[in-house]
């Protein structure tokens, strides 16, 4: 809980950002479906973010994580999953922010390179 909460918070700082975030860890099924309704795959996804109109103007999000996706992603790049997790939440965050990337080729785009910067600095 710690590790995901400092990672949101030093996304919004470095970007110099207040949003109010909901986040979500949920399981394979509910991913599926999440990802069914909202962007038309009925595969469960690692990660989905959805930007909301706060009170009063403020930024809000919504970020849904499947740890069974970034357990099979961590071991497939050969990485502890914590670590997995965290990039997933860094990357959620930056989408609630406005940051997009295209759906092939996303490990190459200008968003995942911010990511990266973000994860280095926690560590």
């Known amino acids: 809980r710690a590790a995901v909460i ?4 030093a996304v919004l700082r470095g970007e110099r950002r207040a949003a109010v975030l909901s986040l979500a860890f949920v399981g394979r099924e509910r991913m599926r479906g999440l990802n069914a309704r909202w962007k038309g795959s009925a595969r469960p996804t690692d990660v989905l973010a959805f930007s909301l109109p706060g009170p009063g103007g403020a930024l809000a999000g919504d970020i849904y994580i499947c740890p069974w996706v970034a357990a099979r992603e961590a071991r497939a790049r050969g990485l502890p999953l914590g670590r997995e997790l965290r990039r997933l939440v860094v ?4 989408h609630v922010l406005g940051y997009d990337h295209p759906a092939h080729g996303r490990t190459a785009s200008a968003m995942w390179r911010r990511q990266e910067r973000y994860l280095a600095g926690l560590g």
């Open 6 to 9: 400092r990672a949101a918070r």
């Open 91 to 94: 990357h959620g965050v930056l």
